[in-house]
């Protein structure tokens, strides 16, 4: 993950993205929101907003079962008296093999929280300083459903020089699709909606590929209490 400087932003005379077909030519370009892409980069949020990120993805496996878990019988092992033996009325007692675990781990949560006006400002300096970069892509929204073949997307990313890297295409919307099927079998290639779209995604990509009708629905979504 590249290093950025706090206090970096995008002067307005750089707030168009170049739009591309999937031939990569150039075809035109467009305004993007400076709420969205022209704010301060705040390197500490960002970091904050991946480590959280990574933390959720954590799931605790280690777990044992108590002796109300257990699958098995529940009838009495032997009778109360005359065996010489201690009294026991179940099999899935500790004590036994295969019985419950007393004070056994249990999976442990390692989920952290981070409010909603963070994390919008972490996503919004991730997307400012990927504009900054030069990562930050176009293609023309009628490019979605032209082909689902995998070799027209891999043509493309090899135009623009990005086989072999991590790449994020970002949709209005995630349903079946053309481009979502010719994307699919590509292992570097992730492809989300501007709703789910979130910092360590946009940070871990080499480049992120905005289709046109994604720039919208994203200022609206992040943006629609301030419209």
Same mark, same amino acid.
């Given at each position: 993950?590249?290093?950025?400087?706090?206090?970096?932003?995008?002067?307005?005379?750089?707030?168009?993205?170049?739009?591309?077909?999937?031939?990569?030519?150039?075809?035109?370009?467009?305004?993007?929101?400076?709420?969205?892409?022209?704010?301060? !980069?705040?390197?500490?949020?960002?970091?904050?907003?991946?480590?959280?990120?990574?933390?959720?993805?954590?799931?605790?496996?280690?777990?044992?079962?108590?002796?109300?878990?257990?699958?098995?019988?529940?009838?009495?092992?032997?009778?109360?008296?005359?065996?010489?033996?201690?009294?026991?009325?179940?099999?899935?007692?500790?004590?036994? !093999?295969?019985?419950?675990?007393?004070?056994?781990?249990?999976?442990?949560?390692?989920?952290?929280?981070?409010?909603?006006?963070?994390?919008?400002?972490?996503?919004?300096?991730?997307?400012?300083?990927?504009?900054?970069?030069?990562?930050?892509?176009?293609?023309?929204?009628?490019?979605?459903?032209?082909?689902?073949?995998?070799?027209?997307?891999?043509?493309?990313?090899?135009?623009?020089?990005?086989?072999?890297?991590?790449?994020?295409?970002?949709?209005?919307?995630?349903?079946?699709?053309?481009?979502?099927?010719?994307?699919?079998?590509?292992?570097?290639?992730?492809?989300?909606?501007?709703?789910?779209?979130?910092?360590?995604?946009?940070?871990?990509?080499?480049?992120?590929?905005?289709?046109?009708?994604?720039?919208?629905?994203?200022?609206?979504?992040?943006?629609?209490?301030?419209?």
């Amino acid at each position: 993950m590249a290093t950025v400087d706090n206090k970096k932003t995008v002067k307005k005379s750089e707030l168009k993205l170049t739009l591309y077909n999937l031939k990569g030519e150039e075809t035109s370009s467009m305004e993007l929101p400076k709420e969205v892409f022209g704010v301060t !980069v705040n390197k500490a949020l960002m970091a904050q907003s991946v480590r959280i990120y990574q933390a959720n993805q954590r799931g605790g496996n280690a777990s044992t079962k108590t002796r109300g878990e257990v699958v098995g019988s529940t009838r009495k092992i032997y009778r109360q008296k005359g065996t010489g033996k201690a009294r026991h009325g179940s099999i899935k007692a500790p004590i036994f !093999v295969g019985g419950g675990v007393v004070g056994g781990p249990r999976p442990k949560d390692f989920s952290l929280s981070f409010n909603k006006t963070q994390r919008q400002k972490a996503l919004f300096s991730s997307l400012t300083f990927k504009l900054h970069e030069k990562e930050l892509f176009g293609l023309q929204e009628s490019e979605i459903n032209k082909s689902a073949k995998t070799k027209v997307v891999y043509d493309f990313l090899k135009k623009m020089k990005l086989v072999g890297k991590n790449v994020v295409f970002v949709m209005s919307k995630l349903e079946k699709n053309n481009f979502i099927l010719g994307a699919r079998n590509i292992k570097e290639v992730d492809v989300t909606d501007a709703n789910s779209l979130n910092t360590y995604q946009v940070l871990s990509a080499k480049a992120v590929i905005f289709f046109e009708g994604a720039i919208s629905e994203l200022d609206k979504h992040f943006n629609k209490a301030t419209k």
